[in-house]
């Protein structure tokens, strides 16, 4: 199923801005949809936003107009911007990858998962 490896997290403060990637090796990168989910201290695993192999895009209400998903099949990477952040922003954020190619906005419909990286948004 190959392996996700997520970077760019950090601290930042309100109002700004990160950018996290994920790496894909090993498994097919480019049809597949692809998301990132994020869960907060004693919270579930909460969808953010995903990406179809043709393109499509789709957001949870609490990010939309704020972050941004893409993808370089070039380089098997699928980014996240995120801006205008806020405390509520702060999480572990993982990758995700799915078996099928539309839009899918549920955990369970991924079969493979990165390790996390932290964000955190200060005020």
């Known amino acids: 199923q190959g392996q996700l490896v997520e970077s760019g997290g950090g601290l930042v403060q309100a109002g700004g801005s990160l950018r996290l990637s994920c790496t894909v090796t090993?498994?097919?990168?480019?049809?597949?949809?692809m998301g990132w989910f994020r869960q907060a201290p004693g919270k579930e695993r909460d969808f953010v936003a995903a990406?179809?192999?043709?393109?499509?895009?789709a957001y949870a209400d609490a990010v939309k107009g704020r972050f941004t998903i893409s993808r370089d099949n070039a380089k098997s990477t699928l980014y996240l911007q995120m801006n205008s952040m806020n405390t509520e922003d702060t999480a572990v954020y993982y990758c995700?990858?799915?078996?099928?190619?539309?839009?899918?906005?549920?955990?369970?419909?991924?079969?493979?998962w990165g390790q996390g990286t932290q964000v955190t948004v200060s005020s």
């Open positions: 090993g498994r097919t990168f480019s049809r597949n949809n």
């Open positions: 990406i179809s192999g043709s393109g499509s895009t």
């Open positions: 995700a990858a799915s078996p099928w190619s539309n839009i899918v906005t549920t955990p369970q419909q991924y079969h493979s």
